[in-house]
């Protein structure tokens, strides 16, 4: 069992930056992916970034090139450092932790962490 704990959310105004940061506990496996998704106000929860072990990354592109995820494997930490955030980058921000055995995916949920852009 891998327990997630988030920290780092608030309020920000337009064009500020925020660092979310995640702490797994429990087993962590070379093949898991750890990951970001966010659930703005109404609406579903999606994937913004991920990152494998051996640090192969992923963004949704609206956040490409603004939102930067890094993970330390030794401490069993991700992050995920958000620049010139926009009012609709408004939601819950959810750490995830994807385990696939046999194809089959698992996710591994934190607690969620308010992020909240003014404009």
């Known amino acids: 069992q891998v327990q997630l704990v988030e920290s780092g959310g608030g309020l920000v105004q337009a064009g500020g930056s925020l660092k979310l940061s995640c702490a797994a506990s429990?087993?962590?496996?070379?093949?898991?992916?750890m990951a970001w998704y966010r659930q703005p106000p109404g609406k579903s929860r999606d994937l913004v970034s991920s990152i494998t072990y051996g640090g192969k990354t992923w963004y949704e592109s609206d956040v490409n090139g603004r939102f930067t995820i890094s993970r330390d494997n030794a401490k069993n930490t991700v992050s995920l450092q958000m620049n010139n955030l926009k009012p609709e980058d408004t939601a819950v921000y959810y750490c995830?932790?994807?385990?696939?055995?046999?194809?089959?995916?698992?996710?591994?949920w934190g607690q969620g962490t308010q992020v909240t852009v003014s404009s």
């Open positions: 429990g087993r962590v496996f070379s093949t898991d992916i």
């Open positions: 995830s932790l994807i385990r696939e055995p046999s194809g089959v995916t698992f996710n591994f």
